[in-house]
């Protein structure tokens, strides 16, 4: 096996690792999170639509999910994609 490809396998396996690792933890926030039924709905629909139109599906305001997000993004459960957010997994 050439060196390069051995790298590769290395870092396939670190990553996979991590993602074990990282879903654990993630899983307990995301899980306390969703003891609410307005986030849980904010958080199935985060990634596949704009902040306008979740407000609009939801009948909240995008100031109240704009605060949401910021608060998930500091727990690392969604991370900013552009101009909005995306679920981690």
Do not use: P
């Given at each position: 096996m050439s060196q390069e490809k051995e790298v590769i396998l290395r870092l396939s396996n670190i990553e996979k690792l991590l993602t074990v690792l990282v879903k654990n933890q993630l899983a307990r926030?995301?899980?306390?999170?969703?003891?609410?039924?307005?986030?849980?709905?904010?958080?199935?629909?985060?990634?596949?639509?704009?902040?306008?139109?979740?407000?609009?599906?939801?009948?909240?305001?995008?100031?109240?999910?704009?605060?949401?997000?910021?608060?998930?993004?500091?727990?690392?459960?969604?991370?900013?994609h552009g101009k909005g957010y995306v679920k981690i997994f």
């Amino acid at each position: 096996m050439s060196q390069e490809k051995e790298v590769i396998l290395r870092l396939s396996n670190i990553e996979k690792l991590l993602t074990v690792l990282v879903k654990n933890q993630l899983a307990r926030e995301i899980e306390k999170e969703m003891e609410d039924s307005k986030k849980k709905k904010l958080y199935e629909l985060t990634g596949k639509y704009g902040v306008q139109d979740i407000a609009k599906k939801m009948k909240c305001s995008v100031g109240w999910i704009s605060g949401v997000w910021k608060r998930w993004d500091q727990l690392g459960l969604i991370i900013k994609h552009g101009k909005g957010y995306v679920k981690i997994f």
